[in-house]
């Protein structure tokens, strides 16, 4: 059995790419189109995210729980520029039916 994943989402955002199965939005404020890949985390990585980056978002967040063997497109685990701390990227969009739970934040 494989760890989930998880993402930060905007909840509205959310709403309207479960309605197309697709999820393309890679960090806050920027696309999968623009960045590459869908920065996700692990249980223990995804709090201080939402502190380093969130913490200014007044719209509704949602936490995504996903299932990586539900995923069609590669993981890779990398380190961001300036750590050492192994993060799994998703270079693809994320599958709407991966997301096994959605959490508000």
Sequence with gaps: ??????????????????????????????????????????????????????????DELVLLTIDPQRLSSPVRWEAPEGTDEQFPHLYGPLDAGAVTATRTL
Excluded: N
């Excluded at 998880?6 to 806050?28: L, M, P």
């Excluded at 999968?32 to 995804?46: C, K, M």
């Design 1 to 58: 059995m494989t760890d989930d994943l998880f993402h930060i989402a905007h909840a509205e955002q959310w709403e309207k790419a479960r309605a197309i199965g697709r999820y393309e939005q890679s960090t806050q404020g920027l696309s999968l189109g623009e960045v590459g890949f869908i920065h996700l985390s692990t249980s223990e990585q995804w709090p201080g995210v939402l502190e380093r980056f969130y913490a200014d978002v007044d």
